[in-house]
């Protein structure tokens, strides 16, 4: 399976689990330093992620001991991207949400984007918790650094594409003592700059395109149609990647995208990743 944070589903929306039945009602008790979940304990640092994907407010609780509070993390505004607030100690009443063990990194995360189960771009960045101010170059992109994945990170790579069912999508990966635990899966993501990437993503999906489509000469004319409307083509429904836009630079023209899949929180039972809906 795919090692994840140790973790267990509050589910007050009707959700359901992995299986596709009904979850059980939710039973939360929350006490000081601790919530208890369906006989679940969870010790505080947890993290309190919403199931949905499209809500990125994510929280952080700390222990009585340590000073209490919580920081709420969230997409980046301006040079924010997360937000202590030592009056508020609770967790949310509405909402379903996964709640995890927060995981010690040493102030970096590490953003993985796959193309296809056997290609990967590796990037670490600062992480929100440190101070929630980000780190960027002279040209106002976030610092990020390429990185290595080891021999089991790139299984996991594996896995996760080929269980999602996503050739092209990007997940965060937690090192933490030693070990590493996926923390997040995201559909169609793509680095932000790279120059590599973009060359070698043009190729796998130059060549994904090709293997699908051997055979139906009828689908192969159409997608080396000539391009219309200043480099662009107009498809019905059909992903077209054009031939004559995979240069030397790797530039992809992906048109009309038919069915992409909505960001899902993952949860993960049983060891094993899958989309919290379908």
Request: glycine share 10%; hydrophobic share 35%.
């Amino acid at each position: 399976g795919v090692p994840v944070p140790r973790h267990v589903f509050c589910n007050r929306d009707g959700w359901p689990n992995t299986d596709g039945k009904p979850s059980p009602e939710t039973d939360l008790e929350e006490h000081d330093d601790f919530i208890v979940l369906n006989g679940v304990r969870i010790n505080k640092p947890f993290v309190e992620k919403p199931v949905s994907g499209e809500d990125h407010n994510v929280f952080i609780y700390y222990s009585r001991s340590s000073g209490g509070g919580r920081k709420r993390l969230f997409r980046k505004i301006g040079n924010k991207s997360s937000e202590f607030d030592a009056d508020v100690s609770t967790v949310r009443r509405t909402g379903s949400y996964i709640y995890e063990e927060f995981l010690p990194t040493g102030g970096t995360d590490v953003k993985v984007y796959a193309v296809g189960p056997y290609y990967g771009h590796a990037e670490a960045r600062k992480s929100p918790v440190v101070d929630g101010v980000v780190q960027r170059d002279k040209n106002g992109k976030e610092v990020r650094f390429p990185l290595m994945l080891n021999s089991f990170e790139k299984k996991m790579l594996t896995k996760i594409v080929l269980a999602f069912q996503q050739r092209v999508c990007g997940f965060d990966l937690l090192r933490s003592n030693g070990k590493t635990f996926v923390c997040d899966v995201n559909g169609w993501s793509f680095v932000k700059t790279s120059t590599a990437y973009y060359d070698d993503c043009g190729l796998l999906l130059r060549r994904i395109v090709r293997d699908g489509h051997a055979g139906r000469q009828e689908a192969r004319r159409a997608v080396r149609s000539p391009i219309e409307d200043e480099g662009h083509t107009r498809g019905l429904g059909v992903v077209r990647v054009l031939d004559e836009l995979l240069d030397r630079r790797g530039r992809v023209v992906l048109v009309q995208q038919l069915l992409q899949a909505p960001r899902e929180r993952a949860v993960l039972l049983e060891g094993f990743s899958r989309p919290a809906s379908a």
